[in-house]
């Protein structure tokens, strides 16, 4: 049998979406056919380095074979049983993620708001149940700018006016401090706090990466007050910052993470809380649950991923080429990159906006076969595949330097 002949150009096909789609995104005009480890290939068989990497849920390149192998195994054997039955993959997941993690147990869910949601639920659950808090009192504290995903509870303490507009009534029970401020921090806990939930860096706000000491403030500071921290590593975790968590490197151990993206391999969303024993305890049958939380093509997957972090050599990849991110982009300051933050194979880069926004940086880049996606205004992120090599990555940036060079 022969490949069916394709008719559909790429400008074809995002023709078509615009009637049938909606339109809560705006794409780059690229319509990806194919993808194998750093590199993926459009329908007219171009190929781009991919720097963004599925905002972290590829973080072990496309179709990583040790990740492909595990699925398509788990795909000829078994793949859902709801949790109303045991699956035989679900047991070894929990294990070796809490034990990659240094917590006690583990939630699995699906998509990163699940996580969040699931988060939330298990920290108000605990503060009536173990804190004492009054019924329906407990409050979370949450940081300014913050990204935790789409759902109305979410949404309610975003301080996006785009993520929030017209979604209201919201979920009342939160508090906003600024990021990066402990003295806000401690004046917004109280005997009604349940959490501090936080993003150890806050991704989508630009990579923003809090003071040294900041994060073992937070752990302090909930100490003292008797609440829970929970860490939202959904883009930070699994590799991307040069440890398994970021919270690593401020040595923080959280009472909860919350972990998503990365963990299912780019293959299949898989999320997770995992936390200490008291606190995901306060859960008994019945009181959550999700119908695909941990199915075993999930869990297959989602042990896999483990795997490869187990050894650490992800991690000392996204530390080690981190040192040529860094290096490069430092290059490019006062060369139309006004400043950047990095941590790992992770950065927010402010573009001079005089030479374009971010979004039409991203288009220059994606013309030279880049792609890469801007956050707010002018700043682009790059977070590309922990299997990017140092060549690639000097490649990229080197085009990054043509493109605010040449200026359009
Ligand atoms: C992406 C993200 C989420 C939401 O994950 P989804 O899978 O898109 O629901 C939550 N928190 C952080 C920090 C994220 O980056």
């Known amino acids: ?52 990497a599925g905002y972290s849920a590829l973080n072990f390149g496309h179709r990583h074979p040790a990740l492909i192998e595990a699925a398509h195994r788990q795909l000829d054997t078994l793949t859902l049983t709801s949790r109303a039955f045991h699956n035989d993959r679900l047991a070894e997941f929990a294990e070796s993620l809490a034990e990659l993690t240094g917590l006690d147990m583990v939630l699995p869910m699906n998509t990163g708001a699940e996580a969040v949601e699931s988060g939330i639920k298990v920290a108000r659950k605990w503060a009536y149940e173990v804190k004492g808090v009054p019924a329906d009192r407990a409050t979370i504290v949450v940081a300014a700018g913050n990204f935790h995903g789409r759902t109305t509870t979410i949404v309610s303490f975003s301080t996006d006016p785009e993520a929030r507009g017209g979604f209201g009534p919201f979920t009342p029970g939160f508090r906003v401090v600024p990021y990066n401020d402990l003295a806000a921090l401690e004046a917004a806990v109280d005997e009604t706090t349940a959490a501090v939930l936080i993003e150890p860096i806050q991704g989508e706000a630009g990579v923003l990466i809090p003071d040294e000491g900041y994060l ?46 990365a963990l299912g391999g780019g293959i299949v969303p898989v999320s997770a809380v995992v936390a200490r024993r008291e606190v995901l305890s306060v859960l008994r049958p019945g009181e959550h649950g999700s119908t695909f939380g941990g199915n075993p093509l999930a869990a297959a997957v989602g042990s896999a991923v483990v795997e490869l972090l187990r050894t650490g050599e992800f991690q000392q990849r996204a530390a080690e080429l981190g040192v ?64 990017v090599t140092a060549a690639e990555l000097r490649s990229a940036l080197g085009t990054l330097g043509e493109v605010l060079r040449v200026g359009s």
């Open 216 to 261: 073992r403030g937070v752990r302090e500071v909930t100490r003292r007050a008797g609440c829970l921290f929970i860490a939202d590593e959904i883009q930070s975790g699994l590799g991307r910052t040069g440890r398994t968590l970021a919270v690593e490197h401020e040595d923080v151990m959280p009472d909860a993470v919350l972990l998503g993206k």
């Open 1 to 52: 049998m022969t490949a069916p002949v394709r008719t559909r150009s790429s400008a074809d096909l995002i023709r078509a979406e615009e009637p049938v789609l909606a339109h809560n995104y705006h794409p780059l005009p690229v319509v990806v056919a194919r993808a194998e480890g750093t590199w993926v290939e459009d329908v007219e068989g171009r190929r781009y380095l991919d720097m963004l």
């Open 324 to 387: 040529v991110l860094r290096d490069g982009l430092t290059a490019l300051v006062g060369r139309g990159v006004l400043g950047f933050r990095a941590r790992g194979l992770w950065a927010g880069v402010d573009i001079d906006p005089a030479i374009g926004t971010g979004r039409e940086i991203s288009r220059r880049l994606m013309d030279r076969g880049i792609l890469v996606k801007d956050t707010h205004g002018s700043t682009i992120r790059l977070a590309p595949p922990l299997t």
